[in-house]
């Protein structure tokens, strides 16, 4: 069987590549090995988000890593829109993507995902990249805009796949939120939108959401 990675006359092709996106308050290495078998077949990327005040009523200003700023909680369908900090951590995840084709790695084959705001920040950033990606995941995220969200997509993703997954009881993420994120997706993407709302009445993933990750990984990076 051969590797992922095929040498021609000496030249190793790097292995496709995943930038996965940590939630508020974690780290990168508390994703690390989450995909399993996949880390062999693909490079995974897990930065980790500066440590920056969070004014939501419970975080009050405390300081933790965080991708933006967060004003509601749980997160509600009254977030505002354009957060703090967004525009800035989009334009440097933006600068990773860059990184990893520099490395060799085409966009084509690279999936930007993340978890909850990691999850958020994938959506946008990826949806407002030049080139285009293999795909772009979000578990328990939701939208950093909305209804001033199509502007900001760019042709060369328009017909990128999403998935976007949510728990239809997420206590921290409001149901209310994601659905009418999914809908934003649906009416943007079409058929190339993938909307999960599952039965959980938790924030973290269900194996099933786990799974149709890693399945949507494998079939973008054609592992």
Avoid at 42 to 67: D, K, L, N, R, Y
Avoid at 142 to 147: S, T
């Amino acid at each position: 069987e051969r590797s992922s990675a095929s040498s021609n006359k000496g030249f190793t092709m790097p292995k496709p590549a995943v930038l996965w996106l940590h939630g508020l308050g974690d780290t990168g290495d508390g994703w690390k090995g989450a995909f399993g078998p996949l880390t062999s077949k693909a490079t995974f990327h897990h930065p980790t988000a500066p440590i920056q005040p969070v004014t939501s009523p419970v975080h009050q200003g405390e300081c933790m890593t965080s991708w933006f700023d967060i004003k509601t909680w749980p997160i509600s369908i009254n977030e505002p829109e354009g957060p703090d900090g967004i525009s800035e951590t989009v334009g440097k995840i933006h600068e990773k993507l860059e990184a990893i084709e520099a490395s060799g790695t085409e966009s084509t084959r690279i999936v930007l995902g993340g978890f909850s705001q990691g999850g958020t920040v994938a959506i946008l950033a990826g949806l407002s990249y030049p080139r285009k990606l293999a795909g772009i995941i979000s578990i328990s995220g939701w939208g950093a805009y909305r209804q001033s969200l199509p502007p900001k997509v760019l042709e060369a993703n328009k017909a990128t796949p999403v998935l976007f997954s949510c728990g239809k009881g997420d206590p921290i993420v409001t149901f209310p939120l994601t659905h009418q994120t999914g809908e934003v997706l649906q009416s943007i993407m079409g058929d190339n939108a993938s909307i999960m709302h599952v039965e959980r009445p938790c924030h973290p993933p269900e194996s099933t959401e786990m799974m149709a990750a890693a399945k949507f990984i494998q079939a973008q990076l054609n592992l």
